[in-house]
């Protein structure tokens, strides 16, 4: 190793490169990987000033380099501007920023064929990364030839063991001696701290069989009868199989479909979207290089929809603002608040023990343990007898799906009547509670909605609601409404806006922001520093895209890189992509994040000027199994209105296998990354907060890329090389020059230097002391101060009296009566100025569906796989018997029935059971249990495995993918939201006999 | 010497399965000679949390029961196929390597099913409490050290120190016997007792009220068993009953009301017995 080091340093000490020639022979003879680079171009280089007085030409030939002083004729121009900037030039080549600028100002040029050009450029910047890139010096040494690298996970960063480039085993990360003390939280005479080690979920330490899995696609694949020169046969697109093709094959078929498309069809005929969720890493995950990527070539987008938290975007939003985070809240300092202000927690649609909040393993676990230490109240109010009711008990009530909203505004019909709310917050601090209180009350419609009111919609006993609303009132009440906070399945059901929007009205009648009363269950808003810099992935990575991820509030001055932008507009809405594709129409409310009253706006595709898109190019998870009416993406797949779809893919999912051509994507195990536990920033800002610690890590390259597949990064660099945009694409870095860019830009070197990072894999940022933990979130609010809580939103804009003072609303107080709603449409009846109880159009009301499918199914996040991550692809995940049961060496996805609903179907536990209603049909494995009343069934959503027994789109599926079931109808009119949560279905026992499914369009909005 | 020893707490247990992702990741692709050789992909389960459901919604009661080889001090196994079973001194038990390849019978010289069958490579195996990492310096074996709150927990401690452990934290031994496991559970109750959940109501001027100033009793051939006051819901729960151990009466009063009796007959189940309607003195 010595030896390396000592080559790059007696170039850098030289100060001058125009010795080129002997230090990259060195180099050559102590790294074979550095040869093996040498040997991939002859070329010859002509290195020079500008008035050509100093000059050293190189000739690269059969892995050996000649040189000699003078100019003369060469394939690529390396011209410096004078012998300051090429005495600089090693400096210069070792930070990066400086290499952009040098080249940006033209001090430095580059001249020549883009592929010699480019391999000299990046071949300069691989000689000075050589001792990680050729000896691997990084990891920590474990003895017997083991290095421990470590990597990031959507379920929590993991130590990976590697032993001659094959992963032995992933283990959740440990602390060591040196690594920093807990927080300490002083509560109710006792003392609360972490362990110090982080946790993982089940998919991030089921890992190492998704690596190996037999599922990975290894080689670019053609569909054997689809011709890009001739017949395409777009309707045997999920039938017909694959053959291998080379990668030269791969990308010329892709990159010359790119420049037809966009010659014959215009711009935006290309449509791209990514299934999220599948990787980790700030660098080489979806709002970093794929967002720069197509934003050189310009490409519709996806109009997304908050999938987790819709009720909270199209509906509490109103309230009380908070458009940054979709309407999600603030939460800082909650934990500690909760824990010393609080005796009782109400958990409604909340099940952070099978969600991890979000990203966040397990960590919130401990801290629902204390809960229990602490002998707080506790109440869950879900449909299932969820995981977290499970752990943390307390007492468990379950309305049917989609009729919260109604229970809710029972709770506040007894408050109102019994006086036992804050009035004087609610008369200083919050806007229209008597128009609110006009409805509940039954002023306006004659109709008290008192708890014997929501009896018969919800199923729950009177008492047991007013002895709630009694005991919740008594208490200094936390209420966690979802998983983290404002997400939660209650919000995904029909007219979830309005249980969304009963609980910040709840809430706020009893003075959020004061001691004790707050959102939150303990999952977020742990007293972590967060003044250290460090962003999330959703901050825009390499992006350059300052608009469309969080860079613009985040990263722009801190790693400045040549920006991006997508000059293409139209967007396709993503719970309408099939109809979009099959019907060449669609529409929906487009939701933004810089202000509420953005959300009234519309997508309308196609745009004014534009021709249907001609190509998909779909990236990271499968559509199919999480979004509603699946079965509608199997349809549209078929049809000719797509001329080609590029799938680029780690496994062969559900959706994979409806692509003409798919380019194998490696896993983050098997490329560089950086990034930090469970952030994302951006729309859920300091999502660490969840965390126990907060953790920031390198991601070793652990293992070579499995067969031929490439990093996401390597397959976009590879195309732009094709189509000559490859120094537009990356300055000419590569994905490890950019991590460590990143690194440079962030507060990290401050702490820890890059060599030590590398080795150790990991920097845990030491927690403030107590007296500079952040302020207490909506205390601010509560108190009528300024916002003092850590963040920049919302926008200046967004304050409408004093800067910094109030809400976002236009009162800038709570407001139960919604101007902004009042303003776009007083009478939107599915969506009201103030909340109100909707019944669904797919439950019991639903007279005449009812009586046909009297089952009400909920389809929450799973808790074993995060989406289709983890899940099938033979990993370890589908031996989880809460997750899948095998029969007959099939594994079939679980559906869960009260013993009831069985009895009455003759069914039993194990029997094979096919779940269907007009939109799909799916063969699942009955469990019967009683954690759901009669009535309801559950099973999760997101299966993997797309198994289509007839036609693809037309038949019964037995891969589990109750997403087939659920309806696409928006959650309210004027909303681009789902409804999964309301959808009714029959169950019998598996026939064999497979179903007809017809022809599927959205369900009308 | 000091020996090795598992404790598992129900209530600690969230159900994540962390344990078998673990053992699995272990032991799967992974040959550790002497120790055991590789565990089949998808067909074997070392450790494994079993979901086990009381009473019937909303009065649901869920646990996981993590099921794992024993480590028994007096191991059936060993006594069944003596020269196959290797107690060590640190109280791990093992199968040999050698001896377990061909020898099917194995499977049943564990009367709990701890042993099992792996088809692909004819040997018979089980849980080796990570044998190969506690020898090589690790604290703890895979499953506990993925483990998200130390449901899992081990002890290294003398065989008195585990029976004083035992006794103090009421640890308990999942399967009857003398075998003398290494492995014991914590709130077991979880498992193989059963509770009678109720609750108490009134009239107040036509509408159903919870009593949630009502004190609720019961008793068995007269004797008070246990009394609390009723939560804010005004429903009670009695726990850590036998089951099928015969007739129990309920008692609900609350001051200015008659007391509200109701007899239970208690099965293998956990009884709901329904709203306890108050009437007024």
């Given at each position: 190793m010595r030896d390396i080091r000592e080559v790059i340093n007696k170039a850098i000490l030289g100060g001058t490169l125009f010795a080129l020639d002997k230090v990259l022979n060195a180099l050559a003879a102590v790294a074979p990987g550095f040869k093996e680079e040498l040997r991939k171009k002859n070329v010859t280089v002509q290195m020079k000033l500008r008035d050509n007085s100093h000059g050293q030409w190189l000739e690269f030939r059969d892995g050996v380099v000649t040189g000699k002083m003078g100019i003369y004729e060469a394939d690529v121009e390396m011209i410096f501007e004078n012998l300051e900037v090429a005495n600089n030039v090693a400096t210069i080549f070792r930070d990066q920023m400086e290499f952009v600028n040098a080249a940006k100002t033209g001090s430095l040029v580059l001249n020549g064929p883009d592929d010699a050009a480019m391999w000299f450029s990046a071949l300069l910047l691989k000689f000075f990364a050589a001792d990680v890139l050729y000896y691997k010096n990084y990891g920590a040494k474990m003895g017997s030839g083991v290095t421990r690298y470590v990597t990031g996970t959507n379920g929590g960063p993991v130590f990976v063991y590697v032993k001659n480039d094959k992963i032995i085993r992933v283990t959740p990360v440990e602390f060591d001696k040196d690594d920093p003390a807990p927080w300490t939280i002083t509560a109710k005479g006792r003392k609360f701290s972490p362990p110090r080690r982080m946790t993982a979920t089940p998919y991030a330490l089921g890992w190492k069989s998704m690596v190996y899995s037999p599922n990975r696609v290894l080689y670019p694949m053609k569909r054997v009868d689809f011709d890009p020169n001739g017949e395409r046969n777009y309707q045997n697109r999920g039938i017909s199989g694959y053959e291998r093709i080379s990668w030269e094959e791969a990308l010329d078929i892709v990159s010359r479909e790119i420049v037809r498309v966009r010659r014959e069809h215009g711009p935006g005929a290309i449509f791209h979207s990514s299934g999220s969720h599948h990787t980790w890493g700030n660098i080489g995950y979806y709002l970093s290089g794929t967002k720069r990527f197509f934003d050189c070539l310009g490409a519709t987008n996806v109009a997304l929809n908050p999938d987790s938290w819709e009720g909270f975007a199209w509906g509490a939003m109103h309230h009380y603002g908070g458009s940054a985070r979709y309407g999600g809240c603030e939460p800082y300092s909650t934990v500690e608040d909760c824990m010393q202000n609080a005796t009782m927690i109400v958990f409604w649609s909340s099940d952070p023990e099978s969600t991890a909040g979000v990203y966040a393993a397990q960590e919130g676990t401990v801290r629902r343990q204390w809960i229990k230490d602490l002998g707080m109240k506790v109440v869950h109010i879900d449909p299932y007898y969820n995981a977290t009711a499970a752990f943390v008990g307390g007492r468990w009530i379950a309305p049917r799906p989609a009729t919260d909203a109604a229970m809710a505004i029972a709770i506040a019909n007894v408050w109102m009547n019994e006086g036992t709310y804050d009035k004087d917050y609610v008369a200083k601090r919050t806007f229209g509670f008597d128009k609110w209180e006009d409805y509940v009350l039954g002023r306006t419609d004659g109709v008290p909605k008192t708890p014997e009111w929501q009896e018969p919609i919800t199923g729950v006993p009177a008492r047991t609601v007013r002895a709630l609303a009694q005991e919740w009132a008594r208490n200094k009440t936390y209420l966690a409404c979802g998983g983290i906070t404002s997400f939660g399945s209650a919000g995904r059901t029909a007219y979830g806006t309005e249980w969304a929007r009963a609980m910040v009205c709840l809430n706020f009648m009893q003075g959020v922001g004061k001691p004790g009363t707050n959102f939150g269950g303990l999952q977020y808003g742990t007293p972590l520093d967060t003044r250290f810099w460090f962003p999330g992935y959703a901050d825009g990575g390499f992006s350059g895209d300052y608009m469309s991820t969080g860079a613009g509030v985040s990263l722009y001055n801190r790693m400045p890189q040549s920006p991006a932008v997508n000059s293409e507009t139209q967007l396709i809405p993503r719970l309408r992509i099939p109809e979009a594709i099959m019907d060449k129409k669609a529409e929906s409310n487009h939701l933004g994040v810089y202000s509420v009253a953005s959300q009234f706006s519309k997508v309308q595709y196609p745009a004014p000027g534009h021709e249907p898109v001609k190509m998909y190019y779909k990236y990271g998870g499968s559509h199919i199994g999480t979004q509603p009416a699946s079965n509608r993406f199997a349809q549209m797949y078929r049809c000719d209105s797509l001329e080609i779809v590029v799938n680029q893919a780690i496994w062969m999912e559900g959706e994979t296998k409806f692509a003409d051509i798919i380019l194998p994507a490696c896993t983050n195990f098997e490329r560089w990354d950086i990034g930090e536990a469970s952030s994302s920033g951006g729309?859920?800002?300091?999502?660490?907060?969840?965390?126990?610690w907060r953790v920031i890590f390198i991601q070793h390259k652990c293992i070579e890329p499995l067969g031929e597949s490439k990093s996401d990064f390597e397959i976009f660099q590879a195309i732009a090389n094709k189509l000559g945009l490859w120094q537009v694409f990356?300055?000419?870095?590569s994905e490890y020059d950019w991590v460590k860019r990143y690194f440079e830009a962030t507060d990290l070197p401050k702490k820890i230097s890059w060599h030590k990072l590398l080795k150790k894999g990991y920097y845990v940022v030491p927690p403030l002391p107590e007296d500079r933990r952040d302020p207490l979130a909506f205390n601010w609010f509560a108190e009528d101060r300024k916002k003092d809580t850590p963040e920049l939103t919302p926008l200046p804009s967004e304050f409408y009296g004093q800067y910094g003072y109030g809400l976002q609303t236009p009162s800038g107080k709570f407001e139960f009566e919604a101007q902004t709603l009042k303003r776009f449409d007083a009478n939107d009846k599915d969506r009201l100025p103030i909340c109100t109880y909707i019944p669904s159009w797919e439950g019991r009301e639903a007279k005449d569906l009812y009586e046909k499918y009297p089952l009400q199914m909920i389809s929450p996040h799973a808790k074993y796989s995060f989406h289709t991550m983890g899940d099938g692809k033979d990993s370890n995940i589908n031996d989880i018997e809460e997750h899948r049961i095998k029969v007959d060496g099939y594994y079939y996805w679980i559906f869960r029935m009260n013993p009831r609903d069985a009895a009455a179907r003759k069914l039993k536990r194990g029997d094979l059971v096919e779940v269907f209603n007009d939109r799909g049909s799916v063969v699942c494995y009955l469990e019967l249990t009683e954690r759901v009343p009669a009535g309801i069934v559950h099973s999760y959503e997101s299966s993997a495995n797309y198994d289509p027994l007839g036609e693809p789109g037309h038949s019964t599926d037995r891969g589990g993918c109750v997403n087939n079931l659920t309806p696409s109808r928006f959650i309210t009119k004027n909303a681009h939201g789902l409804a999964v949560n309301s959808c009714l279905v029959e169950v019998r026992k598996w026939d064999g006999k497979v179903k007809y499914i017809g022809d599927l369009r959205a369900d009308s909005y | 010497m000091n020996k090795w020893h598992i404790v598992v707490d129900l209530e600690k247990c969230v159900g994540c399965y962390n344990c078998l992702m673990a053992c699995k990741d272990e032991f799967v692709d992974n040959d550790w000679p002497p120790y055991t050789r590789k565990q089949q992909k998808h067909d074997d389960k070392w450790i494994n949390p079993v979901r086990h459901e009381r009473g019937c919604a909303p009065r649901t009661d869920v646990c996981f029961v993590t099921k794992l080889c024993q480590h028994c001090e007096n191991a059936p196994c060993a006594k069944a196929a003596p020269g196959a079973v290797t107690k060590r001194p640190d109280g791990v038990v093992l199968l040999d390597v050698y001896k377990a390849k061909g020898n099917p019978d194995l499977v049943k010289a564990c009367p709990f099913g701890a042993i099992q069958w792996n088809e692909e490579l004819k040997v018979a195996q089980k849980c080796t409490m990570c044998a190969h990492l506690l020898d090589g310096g690790w604290q703890e074996p895979r499953c506990v050290q993925a483990c998200p709150i130390r449901a899992l927990s081990v002890v290294n401690c003398s065989d008195e120190d585990w029976e004083a452990l035992s006794n103090r934290e009421n640890l308990e031994s999942?399967?009857?016997?003398?075998?003398?496991?290494?492995v014991r559970y914590k709130n077991l109750y979880r498992y193989n007792k059963c509770f009678i959940a109720g609750a108490a109501a009134y009239d107040d001027h036509g509408t159903e009220t919870a009593a949630t100033n009502a004190r609720a009793t019961i008793k068995k051939d007269g004797v008070m068993l246990e009394t609390m006051y009723v939560d804010f819901l005004g429903e009670f729960k009695f726990d850590k009953l036998p089951p099928d151990s015969g007739v129990y009466t309920i008692e609900v009063d609350m001051p200015g009301f008659k007391k509200a009796v109701q007899e239970v007959e208690l099965g293998k189940d956990s009884p709901d017995i329904g709203v306890m309607m108050l009437e007024r003195d």
């Open positions: 729309y859920i800002e300091k999502a660490y907060l969840q965390n126990n990356s300055e000419g870095n | 999942l399967y009857p016997g003398s075998h003398r496991p290494k």
